[in-house]
């Protein structure tokens, strides 16, 4: 069969890798690097994921391909500390002596936020889909805590959406970032960067004949006669993992119509820079108003030495587009929070994601688009059931495997 396949990101590179030694596989990818969200920045001495990126311990089929591809040794389990910055000061969250002094919370409300929790890892998400966040932490820790802790977090991630998300968003995110010991989070990261995967995989699929295609967008997805034409290109089927109204919009002569789902871009500034913004602490969580939601130091994670200067990303999120100005406006806020001087900046990029993961609103499970789209039209990506209740390597990964999984058993 010969295959179209839309997007290089880890879905459509996990599909190709499925598909390529049986078929004729064609992956299209609009940007000049293949990646999508894993893709990543070239800086004179190193290379660098322009969006942060760790891996958990459980992310089972991301490990196999990695163990394929001759990478699963050179993952590296890292230590990864917290803080939060609140009331103009930056709180260190890791150790239990830390968070007993964090000073915006009473010894009452931590200790009734460390059972709420150690409760997560055992909870069925399937009733909470229908509960927002917010309601359901009114119910289980109280307005006090919501308000002083959870209400900035989700403002950061979410903005104005806030109070649609839901509970089983909200408790899946806070049991895969409590896999931690007394010195802060066990986090996963493959030595010299996640580009080495992304480059593995685009190997192993030319090696075996198919074709990966930079900067060459699917324009159109034209259904004629039992087969797709992907910028009139003939194919027998296609595995799209573009977001489902995307998709939509690329669709000529067809009646099929993808349900379309609720999505946020990605603003994120990749800082280097001469000094350690955030006192030796990994991820920082900004509670306090401000253009982005937190300040990811990566080489308070990663080894400085692999990189020479400090690595700071700033991330935040957006609905419909980023503001104007925003570069502009991170920066100084940055500097004048955090007491940096421009001169010790060495680089800032921002990279901009339209689409950087569907939004967890309330009853998102049932509008899980099937991956079988009809007329041999395949669909994976961040939207799938394996990135339920939020994206992540391994979900796409896992969808990009199914999706291939399933095209091959109709068409066989
Ligand atoms: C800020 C951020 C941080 C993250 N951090 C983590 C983390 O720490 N750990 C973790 O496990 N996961 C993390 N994730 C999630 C993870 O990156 C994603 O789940 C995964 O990489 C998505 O892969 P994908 O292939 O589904 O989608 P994408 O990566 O979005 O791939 C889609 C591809 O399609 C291409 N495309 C779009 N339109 C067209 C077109 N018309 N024609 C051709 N190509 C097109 C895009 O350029 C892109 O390459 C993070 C995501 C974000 C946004």
Not at 83 to 90: A, C, D, P, V
């Amino acid at each position: 069969m010969k295959i179209g396949i839309i997007g290089s990101g880890l879905a459509g590179l996990s599909s190709a890798i499925q598909l390529a030694e049986k078929n004729t596989v064609v992956v299209f990818e609009k940007n000049d690097t293949p990646g999508g969200c894993m893709s990543s920045w070239k800086y004179n001495n190193y290379t660098l994921e322009t969006l942060y990126h760790h891996c958990f311990s459980g992310d089972r089929n991301l490990f196999d391909l990695m163990e394929t591809l001759g990478l699963k040794s050179d993952l590296i389990w890292l230590k990864g500390s917290t803080g939060y910055y609140m009331n103009g000061k930056l709180h260190p969250l890791t150790t239990p002596f830390e968070i007993l002094r964090y000073p915006c919370l009473t010894f009452f409300q931590k200790c009734r936020l460390g059972l709420f929790v150690l409760s997560s890892r055992k909870i069925d998400l399937d009733p909470l889909d229908k509960i927002t966040a917010k309601e359901y932490l009114f119910e289980k820790v109280g307005g006090d805590i919501y308000n002083a802790f959870f209400a900035p977090l989700l403002i950061s991630k979410f903005g104005l959406m806030k109070d649609e998300v839901s509970a089983a968003w909200l408790m899946s995110r806070i049991a895969i970032r409590s896999d931690r010991g007394a010195e802060g989070e066990r986090l996963g990261y493959l030595k010299g960067g996640w580009h080495r995967l992304i480059d593995a995989m685009c190997d192993k699929i030319r090696s075996m004949g198919a074709e990966i295609r930079l900067n060459t967008p699917a324009v159109t997805l034209t259904q004629n006669n039992g087969k797709w034409l992907i910028n009139n290109e003939e194919f027998d089927a296609v595995i799209s993992t573009l977001p489902p109204q995307v998709t939509n919009s690329l669709m000529v002569n067809t009646s099929i119509r993808l349900q379309s789902l609720i999505y946020q871009g990605a603003a994120c500034m990749t800082l280097g820079l001469a000094r350690d913004p955030a006192n030796g602490i990994y991820w920082t969580n900004i509670g306090d108003p401000a253009p982005y939601g937190a300040v990811v130091t990566h080489t308070n994670f990663v080894p400085f030495e692999w990189y020479g200067e400090h690595v700071v990303y700033l991330a935040s999120y957006f609905k419909d587009e980023p503001d104007a100005g925003l570069k502009d406006r991170m920066i100084n806020d940055f500097c004048k929070r955090f007491s940096i001087d421009t001169s010790e900046i060495h680089h800032a990029d921002l990279y901009i994601d339209r689409y950087a993961g569907p939004v967890y609103v309330t009853g998102y499970k049932d509008t899980i688009p099937q991956v079988d789209a009809g007329g041999n039209l395949f669909i994976a990506g961040m939207f799938s059931s394996e990135n339920y209740p939020e994206r992540s390597m391994e979900g796409s990964v896992s969808a990009g495997m199914k999706a291939a999984k399933i095209l091959e058993e109709k068409n066989r």
